[in-house]
């Protein structure tokens, strides 16, 4: 069975500008969620999606947005973007989303804000 | 709310050596979840194991075994004669039942690094 996948895995941006990052969960599992990792912060999460509702939201500005597709891909977009937010962007997926269930990440795309 | 603490930001073992990895958690719920995952340096997160409240038995895998004791909220992770390839950051996570069941929350990590 395929992992997770996140593309890019590699991202640069200038300052202002926007971004999407995407990710593919694993085959049959319908809850995708974000997290942001910095050195600073550690992993924080953003947003949890489930069947294309997001049902849990992180402490993060409404720069940060995400959605879910009916064959539960997500993406994740950064508008505005800041210097701080050069982070490591982590998608997991998991069957329910609730701990009752392995969740499992991908690779991450690794952006950079210049 | 939940918290996550790994008091150990970084450890240094000669291989062949055990290891422990401390992990003490906050929750207000009964029912929860705690996890481990491994960070190698491409950066990708391994899940290692995960453990529900209600069930404090140890658990052993291979070289790795897991102490959960909910008297001292604590999970901790040993790793038996490690090797160079755990060379990893190890994290402890927590997912509990109340508003925060849809997320993980994490502790900082432990760098641990295996000489040869």
């Known amino acids: 069975k395929a992992g997770v996948t996140q593309t890019p895995r590699y991202l640069i941006k200038t300052r202002g500008q926007q971004v999407t990052l995407s990710c593919s969960p694993i085959?049959?599992?319908?809850?995708v969620s974000w997290y942001q990792q910095t050195p600073g912060q550690g992993l924080q999460f953003l947003f949890e999606y489930f069947s294309e509702t997001q049902r849990n939201k992180g402490n993060f500005p409404g720069r940060f947005s995400g959605r879910q597709f009916s064959n539960s891909r997500s993406e994740m977009n950064v508008s505005t973007l800041e210097l701080g937010d050069s982070a490591l962007y982590l998608c997991?997926?998991?069957?329910?989303?609730?701990?009752?269930?392995?969740?499992?990440f991908g690779p991450g795309t690794r952006l950079t804000v210049t | 709310a939940q918290k996550v603490t790994q008091a150990q930001t970084e450890i240094s073992v000669v291989e062949k050596e055990d290891v422990t990895l401390d992990c003490v958690y906050e929750t207000r719920d009964t029912t929860y979840y705690l996890f481990w995952y491994k960070q190698p340096p491409s950066g990708e997160l391994v899940f290692l194991i995960r453990r529900n409240s209600f069930d404090e038995q140890n658990e052993i895998s291979g070289r790795y075994s897991w102490n959960f004791q909910k008297s001292t909220s604590s999970f901790n992770f040993t790793i038996t004669a490690s090797q160079v390839v755990d060379s990893a950051v190890y994290f402890c996570a927590l997912s509990d039942s109340g508003a925060g069941s849809y997320q993980l929350t994490f502790g900082k990590g432990t760098k641990l690094s295996v000489i040869p």
């Open positions: 085959s049959g599992h319908r809850s």
């Open positions: 997991a997926s998991s069957l329910s989303g609730r701990g009752d269930y392995e969740q499992y």
